[in-house]
């Protein structure tokens, strides 16, 4: 049989993803397992995967990577079903697969929506992340190796390129000159002009650069979708996750950004439950959904993560976190549903995709016209809602 290889987590996961599937295609009766360990949860559903992968494919060789694999890499080799681990940060180095050396990279033509990965690791010290170690230090891929692997995605038709990083906003600040992410999104538009859509995926609010703000605010083939790795509402919490921005920061940007793109759409991470969280922050939290819009939240209950400063703070207790939880989800979806009302009766530009649906520029989900061709940009005015879907 041939290669198989399962996503888990973050976007960037999906892209290193697709790229191993072209370095490993033609392996013989393989499973690749990309792990997550950003939370508890996460290192659990990849345990789960490879007991699945395993009971799918009793004869295929399994083979775990991704952060999981560099952070619980002892828990996992002891696994029965797991036959072997490849470092996370050798994932796509033909040599640690015993892989012939690709002569050109290349994409296989079907896709929509290309991720494309700028930038990995990361040189912060939130108090609740392990991802440093799963990742190492931030690194940017250079503008040329950036162009090159859009080049490819536009070749294959690709109607939608998503920039993708662990800290995609510090792309550039390792590299000669030092430049920013807003240098790389401007000459990305220049050098592909036919492009139509180029999409971020989650930014750092604190290292927007004025080039990029403006990009956002004004550029129409830069969606209008911001998703910030914003983690709370309160400012005291903010502080002791270590994160660089205030909720004051937050909303300046948003509301910036919106005085000059009115239609502009905020998705959030955001934490629940983070050690000392008190009613006073949990209600902070909660308010910032309203205040900047939240209609795309990931919304996930605090895991003690092995060695980090946050595992030795005061904890809440486990059912305080599911039910701050639940409560920062529904009030997401409350923000959700009111926005996809107002959508009703605008026209919307949807990129087509080949479940039947698509995302418009604002990433609503669109339920697609019978016969539309995956790739397909067009024109939807929704008539109604149903099941958080756009339909005409």
Not at 25 to 42: G, K, Y
Not at 99 to 128: I, M, S, W
Not at 249 to 254: P, R, T
Not at 295 to 320: E, I, K, L
Request: proline share 6%.
């Amino acid at each position: 049989m041939s290669v198989e290889v399962h996503s888990l987590g973050c976007r960037l996961n999906i892209s290193e993803s697709e790229d191993m599937r072209a370095l490993l295609r033609e392996a013989d009766d393989l499973v690749v397992i990309n792990s997550c360990a950003v939370t508890a949860e996460a290192v659990r559903q990849t345990r789960q995967a490879i007991r699945r992968a395993r009971r799918a494919r009793p004869e295929a060789r399994i083979v775990v990577t991704g952060c999981a694999a560099e952070i619980e890499r002892d828990a996992l080799a002891a696994m029965p079903e797991v036959d072997g681990l490849v470092a996370n940060g050798s994932k796509l180095d033909p040599r640690a697969w015993n892989a012939p050396l690709p002569a050109a990279r290349e994409r296989k033509a079907g896709y929509t929506r290309g991720f494309v990965q700028v930038q990995n690791g990361c040189d912060h010290a939130c108090t609740f992340c392990v991802i440093p170690r799963g990742r190492g230090a931030s690194r940017s891929r250079s503008l040329i190796e950036a162009l090159e692997d859009i080049a490819v995605h536009v070749a294959a038709g690709v109607r939608e390129v998503v920039l993708t990083g662990v800290d995609l906003t510090s792309w550039g600040q390792d590299l000669p000159g030092t430049p920013r992410l807003g240098d790389l999104c401007t000459a990305i538009l220049d050098r592909f002009p036919d492009l139509p859509r180029l999409r971020l995926s989650s930014i750092d609010g604190a290292e927007v650069d004025p080039r990029l703000f403006d990009l956002i605010a004004h550029e129409p083939r830069v969606m209008p979708h911001v998703h910030l790795s914003l983690q709370h509402g309160d400012d005291l919490i903010l502080k002791r996750m270590k994160r660089r921005h205030s909720r004051a920061d937050a909303l300046a940007l948003v509301d910036g950004l919106r005085a000059r793109r009115p239609g502009l759409v905020v998705g959030a991470d955001l934490m629940a439950g983070f050690p000392t969280e008190d009613e006073a922050a949990h209600a902070a939290n909660l308010s910032i959904i309203a205040e900047l819009g939240v209609v795309h939240g990931h919304v996930f209950p605090y895991s003690a993560r092995p060695d980090t400063p946050a595992a030795r703070m005061p904890a809440v207790d486990p059912a305080t976190i599911r039910r701050r939880a639940r409560e920062l989800r529904d009030a997401v979806s409350k923000e959700r549903a009111r926005w996809l009302a107002a959508q009703v009766g605008q026209p919307l530009w949807v990129l087509a995709e080949k479940d039947g649906t698509g995302h418009a520029e604002n990433f609503a989900r669109v339920r697609l016209p019978q016969g539309t061709v995956p790739g397909t940009v067009l024109c939807l005015t929704p008539a109604h809602v149903i099941e958080g879907i756009l339909e005409a």
